[in-house]
């Protein structure tokens, strides 16, 4: 899922996310409700028709702000108090709240409010954050009535795996249309991430769609999916673009460096964005080198590109059966792993 914070992927026309192959879009409850505010956005018939797409939504909770934010938030068990980041003003987000928020907004998936613990933090730390999302959860279950909205719970339990499959077993319990695994991508190693993904992945209902939080790279896509996970999100692909990076082949390719001025060809001949398919690696290079806002625009588009059309080159390697073959490179236990 794509992500477009303020209604909007950075720098994307929705007519172009369209082109990248794009099917669901991922906005944030927290800053939307700080601009414009969810009656302004409601007054315009719902998020769908204000940010001009017609595809799937889903917005989070404003429970990862919590941990975001954190030298600007007090956590309690009613629920978190902000001092917004725009003007200072005082912001109570419960999961109440967050529920009426995100029933104005009218994605049609919601997040349950939650609390992300940081990374590293102690067992009592995260035992207490893992109670409190459960209760909150048990409170947006019981507050949220919209019926053309799914309700998301999330599983959290940082890096202790006890407390990981303690937080699975409640959220799975609740029978819920979706289910998420959060607290991961927040500073810890790579390698402790794969666990969890590892762990967490088996114990979920295969029902119901599996959403791995804040996840975007190519070899994370697939250790998850190979896991079972369906629903990814990350800011990844637009940074990346406005950094002057783009991905080929499952590298990072710094459209700044030298070598790249006098390189005619495409960026990726085998890739159909309009950067590879209208313009040349040099043409980005100057683009990049220059500041020019168009030069970032492309390579967003580029990564965004990428990421789609290898989760659909999974997905297809699934339907024939042949994922493990086909994506063993991109799994570390693989022997063709170290080849990427």
Same mark, same amino acid.
């Given at each position: ?14 007519? *172009?996310? *369209? ?7 991922l ?13 302004? %956005?409601?007054?315009?018939?719902g998020?769908h028709?204000?940010? /001009? ?17 954190g030298?600007i938030?007090?956590i309690?068990? *009613? ?8 003007d200072?003003s ?16 009218g ?6 409010f939650?609390? &992300? ?9 995260v ?13 947006c %279950?019981a507050?949220?009535?919209?019926r ?6 999330i599983? *959290?339990?940082g ?6 499959a303690e ?6 319990a ?6 998420? %695994? ?6 810890e ?10 762990q967490?992945?088996? @114990? ?6 599996h959403?791995?939080?804040?996840v975007?790279?190519?070899?994370e896509?697939? !250790? ?5 996970? /369906? @629903?990814f999100?990350?800011?990844l ?11 080929v082949?499952g ?9 790249f001025?006098?390189?005619?060809s495409?960026?990726?001949?085998s890739?159909?964005?309009?950067? &590879? ?10 683009l ?12 967003s588009?580029?990564?965004?590109t990428?990421?789609l059309?290898?989760?659909r080159?999974?997905?297809?390697? !699934?339907?024939?059966? &042949? ?18």
């Amino acid at each position: 899922m794509p992500v477009g914070t303020l209604a909007t992927v950075k720098g994307v026309l929705t007519t *172009q996310l *369209q082109e990248t192959g794009a099917q669901m879009v991922l906005a944030n409850t927290f800053h939307l409700h700080l601009q414009p505010g969810e009656e302004i %956005v409601a007054a315009a018939g719902g998020l769908h028709r204000f940010m /001009d797409w017609d595809g799937p939504l889903l917005t989070d909770s404003g429970g990862f702000q919590v941990f975001s934010l954190g030298d600007i938030n007090r956590i309690s068990d *009613q629920g978190v108090v902000f001092r917004s980041p725009r003007d200072g003003s005082r912001i109570d987000l419960t999961p109440e709240r967050s529920m009426a928020i995100q029933m104005a907004l009218g994605a049609d998936v919601a997040m349950a409010f939650d609390q &992300c613990p940081p990374y590293p933090a102690s067992e009592a730390d995260v035992a207490a954050a893992c109670r409190r999302t459960h209760s909150w959860l048990e409170r947006c %279950v019981a507050s949220h009535d919209r019926r053309d909205q799914a309700l998301f719970g999330i599983v *959290q339990g940082g890096c202790f795996p006890h407390l990981r499959a303690e937080s699975a077993r409640m959220v799975a319990a609740m029978g819920l249309p979706g289910i998420a %695994v959060g607290g991961v991508s927040v500073g810890e190693p790579a390698a402790e991430m794969h666990r969890i993904v590892r762990q967490v992945g088996p @114990l979920l209902p295969e029902a119901v769609p599996h959403y791995l939080m804040g996840v975007g790279t190519l070899p994370e896509l697939a !250790i998850a999916v190979a896991q079972g996970f /369906d @629903l990814f999100d990350c800011v990844l692909p637009t940074r990346l673009g406005r950094h002057g990076a783009a991905l080929v082949g499952g590298e990072r390719w710094n459209l700044k460096n030298a070598r790249f001025r006098h390189d005619h060809s495409p960026l990726d001949a085998s890739c159909s964005c309009p950067a &590879c398919r209208r313009h040349s690696r040099a043409y980005l290079h100057h683009l990049i080198r220059a500041d020019e806002m168009v030069g970032q625009i492309l390579l967003s588009l580029h990564n965004l590109t990428q990421l789609l059309r290898f989760t659909r080159a999974m997905a297809q390697a !699934i339907r024939d059966g &042949c994922f493990a073959e086909d994506f063993a490179p991109w799994l570390p236990d693989s022997p063709a792993a170290h080849t990427w």
